[in-house]
């Protein structure tokens, strides 16, 4: 529970960077080019991460710290693909650069529908 905590914490943070970054567009600088290498490793360690990890999907008696384990190797491919597809608009049109603070906001949304369910089942567990 404590992890979801922070990971709403670091959520919270990004939303903030992203809201300066609309409102302050001109101010902010994208270097697409670490980017992509950081989106293609990203997506790199994301598929031997999956790849290692065996399948419990399915199964309620599986601990509830292996299932979100599994819910963040599925997501995390997901907005690393992402970042790439954004990263790419930012490279070819860079005068686009607002597609990174609303990728950030799609992304948060994402976070926070997966970690919802898994912090209210943790809530379950303690009460």
């Not at 979801?4 to 809201?19: C, D, K, M, T």
């Not at 995390?76 to 609303?102: H, S």
Request: hydrophobic share 55%.
């Amino acid at each position: 529970m404590a992890t979801i905590l922070i990971i709403w914490s670091l959520i919270l943070n990004f939303v903030y960077e992203a809201i300066q970054r609309i409102l302050y567009l001109d101010r902010f600088q994208t270097d697409s080019r670490i980017m992509l290498v950081t989106s293609v490793l990203g997506i790199l360690f994301n598929v031997i991460n999956l790849t290692g990890l065996k399948a419990t999907n399915g199964q309620p008696h599986v601990n509830v710290y292996i299932r979100a384990a599994n819910m963040h190797l599925l997501g995390d491919p997901i907005q690393a693909v992402g970042v790439l597809i954004y990263t790419i608009v930012i490279y070819v049109r860079t005068e686009w650069r607002i597609v990174d603070p609303l990728t950030t906001f799609i992304f948060a949304a994402l976070v926070m529908t997966t970690t919802v369910p898994k912090f209210r089942h943790c809530m379950c567990i303690l009460l």
